[in-house]
């Protein structure tokens, strides 16, 4: 089960810090990612990460922006939003992959319940 947290309202050029807590077990191929949807859009790739940390993997609309990491002590994976425009305004969720390289939706067979993301122009 996928626990996303940490979303709200901000202004453009703000930060924020998006967790997803992972209960149960993880297991070590697996991939754990960001999505997200804008009202009236497709959900968007936005960020992977693997197991042990060392394949990343970012959509080039957040690349230099956004960072993913991965606390495997803790079985949470963080997005740490830097530079935010009212453009990543969406719902955010993390999700779960046994891929080996996750950046499609049908790849993911987890998902979290969403956290939004409003930023303000």
């Known amino acids: 089960q996928l626990q996303a947290s940490g979303g709200g309202l901000v202004q453009a050029g703000a930060s924020l810090r998006l967790s997803c807590a992972a209960s149960?077990?993880?297991?070590?191929?697996?991939?754990m990612g960001w999505f997200r949807q804008a009202p009236g859009k497709g959900r968007e790739f936005v960020a992977a990460?693997?197991?042990?940390?060392?394949?990343?993997y970012y959509a080039d609309s957040v690349k230099g922006r956004f960072t993913i990491s991965r606390d495997r002590a803790k079985n949470t994976v963080y997005l740490q939003m830097n530079s935010l425009e009212p453009e990543d305004t969406a719902v955010y969720y993390c999700?779960?992959?046994?891929?080996?390289?996750?950046?499609?939706?049908?790849?993911?067979?987890?998902w979290g319940q969403g956290t939004q993301v409003t930023v303000s122009s």
């Open positions: 990460i693997n197991y042990s940390g060392v394949r990343i």
């Open positions: 999700a779960s992959s046994g891929s080996d390289y996750p950046t499609l939706v049908h790849e993911y067979t987890s």
């Open positions: 149960g077990r993880t297991s070590s191929s697996y991939f």
